[in-house]
């Protein structure tokens, strides 16, 4: 598999503010990584490092090409959709298909007709008219045309309602994935893409606190549910956290001896979100 | 099309004040024509009452005719001139503030478009496309009236059949596009100042674009008692007609006598172009050799201005 994106001791500080503290990571090709962590954790700026649109020491490749010194070439290869606010709202749906495909030699124009004929958005509407839903079904369409190697999305779901954010990540699964193409996804809503994920990647105050596969989580990290009395004993055991629910202990381990755990209590692998929270807010605590 | 072409049609679809301000113009000018000629019965003709021009036309010689109506050709041109002059500016201005402050620059830049492409093609429309749109409507503004004139002025036919001589015609749309042309290179630096502003000041760059220059002019003044800069701006702004279209018709005679007094008139405006003269000056090329910085200055700081923290 190849090596798309290579960042090497990446680091940007802001005053200071270091929002990014020497990250290191590897995306290769067909992979769907997230990108996740708190507010101003980093994410952001380690996206628009990707993109070409922030200058950070460190070194940093992208399809082979230094991002912020070659972004005129990057920008044939790679498409990003920011937030879903960012169309401009005079802008007319028909006219954005015809400027998209004049000025971008990767634009399939039936691709994203055929796209937006399955919405209900008009091509004599402007942007203003449409719903949020739809502005983001439109940025899609035109993003999903494009034949390019990596898309990189920056909380593309902000503000939609749960029908919309599903259908977005819908589209994007079985429309535009493919072997050959790859994307880096940040969002805070991290249990909507849980499952389109191949990667996870942990950032907080810009540094990575966790990069593994999906298919690695249960290998490495374990959640334990036990009765209160045997509590202290599964605390013996060295967690990452631990919370009560339902009147139950969980604790979340990494590394851990699995059959020290499964004769606790039930063992089974953690969700982004426990993972998040365990490491995140754990490694603060 | 390639890439500038679609470039400019973008700006044409954001900003419809290019061709609405002076389709405005023009239908306004036709109407107020109209009204004056269905409220008085006829029409005023460069302020000159249809009377007095009757009582002229017998010393009118085909020269002086000619004349007159490039005259009129003229003056139904300054309010486009003018209007481009604000329009320009308003342009300027916003071009590329107002996609920073709609956040639109994003989508702009997920686009394979460089920003020197980008300001080079807002340059392109506030330079070319909008002097251009605003000089067809004036034409289409002046055959309207001139259209009127032929229906009303039925004392003066010899004049009437002199406003449309392909002579004066041809005459002023020749002079108009050398203008056009010189005006792309005159006001190079000055669209460039005000595309670079608003890439760059953090909000309301109208006021940075009318401030600045006038602080600037009256810092000079207090600090050296010298008025040198609001020259040089003053000159820049208007200097474009008398550089490029030499002032003339004073001085021999040619005119029309209204008793003692001669309103002296135009032998024609392309015999009057000084091309060479004005490709000879060397304002003409500081400014352009500025412009061109400025406009460079504007796609560096789109292209970099959040991104070096």
Not at chain 1, 51 to 56: D, I, S, V
Not at chain 1, 183 to 193: C, D, L, P, R, S
Not at chain 2, 99 to 105: F, L, P, Q
Not at chain 2, 276 to 283: H, I, K, R, V, Y
Request: hydrophobic share 50%; aromatic share 8%.
């Amino acid at each position: 598999m190849a090596t798309l994106i290579e960042a090497q001791g990446l680091t940007k500080t802001y005053g200071a503010t270091r929002a990014l503290d020497g990250v290191s990571f590897k995306v290769e090709t067909g992979r769907i990584v997230g990108l996740i962590g708190p507010n101003g954790a980093g994410k952001t700026t380690a996206l628009k490092a990707i993109l070409g649109l922030a200058r950070c020491s460190g070194t940093l490749s992208v399809l082979g090409l230094d991002p912020y010194n070659q972004r005129d070439r990057l920008t044939e290869e790679v498409c990003f959709i920011a937030d879903v606010a960012v169309l401009p709202r005079w802008l007319r749906v028909a006219d954005a298909i015809d400027f998209v495909a004049g000025v971008h030699p990767r634009f399939r124009r039936e691709r994203c007709e055929e796209f937006l004929a399955r919405t209900t958005i008009r091509r004599t509407s402007r942007v203003k008219e449409l719903s949020k839903g739809m502005i983001v079904q439109l940025h899609l369409a035109l993003v999903m045309a494009i034949d390019a190697r990596l898309l990189v999305l920056d909380e593309p779901t902000l503000g939609l309602d749960i029908l919309s954010r599903k259908r977005f990540y819908d589209s994007l699964l079985s429309d535009y994935m493919d072997a050959e193409r790859t994307i880096v996804v940040t969002t805070h809503q991290v249990e909507e893409i849980e499952n389109i994920l191949t990667d996870l990647i942990f950032i907080d105050r810009g540094r990575i606190v966790l990069d593994l596969p999906m298919d690695g989580i249960g290998n490495r990290y374990a959640q334990l549910a036990v009765p209160p009395d045997r509590a202290a004993a599964a605390r013996a055991l060295g967690p990452l956290n631990e919370r009560q629910l339902l009147g139950r202990y969980v604790f979340l381990y990494e590394n851990a001896d699995p059959a020290a755990l499964a004769a606790l209590g039930e063992v089974r692998v953690p969700s982004i979100v426990d993972l998040f929270v365990a490491k995140i807010q754990g490694g603060a605590a | 099309m390639n890439k500038f072409l679609w470039l400019m049609r973008r700006e044409l679809w954001e900003s419809r004040v290019v061709w609405l301000a002076p389709a405005v113009v023009a239908v306004a000018i036709v109407g107020f024509a109209l009204l004056s000629v269905i409220l008085t019965g006829h029409l005023h003709f460069e302020g000159i009452e249809q009377e007095t021009l009757t009582g002229l036309h017998d010393q009118l010689t085909p020269a002086k005719l000619d004349a007159l109506a490039t005259v009129a050709l003229v003056g139904l041109t300054v309010p486009f001139v003018l209007l481009v002059g604000v329009t320009q500016f308003l342009y300027a201005v916003d071009a590329l503030y107002g996609e920073r402050r709609d956040r639109s620059i994003l989508f702009w830049k997920s686009m394979p478009v460089s920003d020197l492409q980008t300001v080079l093609a807002k340059a392109a429309l506030a330079l070319l496309v909008l002097p251009a749109a605003a000089f067809a409507a004036a034409v289409v503004t002046e055959i309207a009236i001139f259209l009127i004139a032929s229906a009303t002025l039925s004392g003066a036919p010899m004049l009437i059949s002199h406003l449309w001589s392909p002579g004066v015609w041809l005459d002023y749309l020749l002079a108009s596009l050398t203008l056009l042309a010189g005006g792309v290179l005159w006001y190079l630096p000055l669209v460039g100042f005000t595309l670079l502003l608003s890439a760059l000041v953090p909000r309301s760059p109208i006021y940075y674009a009318v401030l600045l220059p006038l602080g600037a002019v009256l810092l000079e003044y207090l600090t050296f008692h010298t008025r040198h800069l609001g020259a040089v701006l003053a000159d820049r702004e208007v200097g474009l007609f008398p550089r490029l279209l030499r002032h003339q018709g004073h001085g021999d005679g040619f005119g029309l006598e209204f008793g003692k007094h001669t309103v002296p008139l135009p032998h024609g405006l392309v015999e009057n172009l000084d091309v060479p003269g004005f490709l000879a000056s060397p304002d003409l090329w500081i400014g352009v050799l500025v412009g061109a910085a400025l406009l460079a200055a504007a796609a560096w700081v789109r292209r970099y201005r959040d991104a070096a923290g």
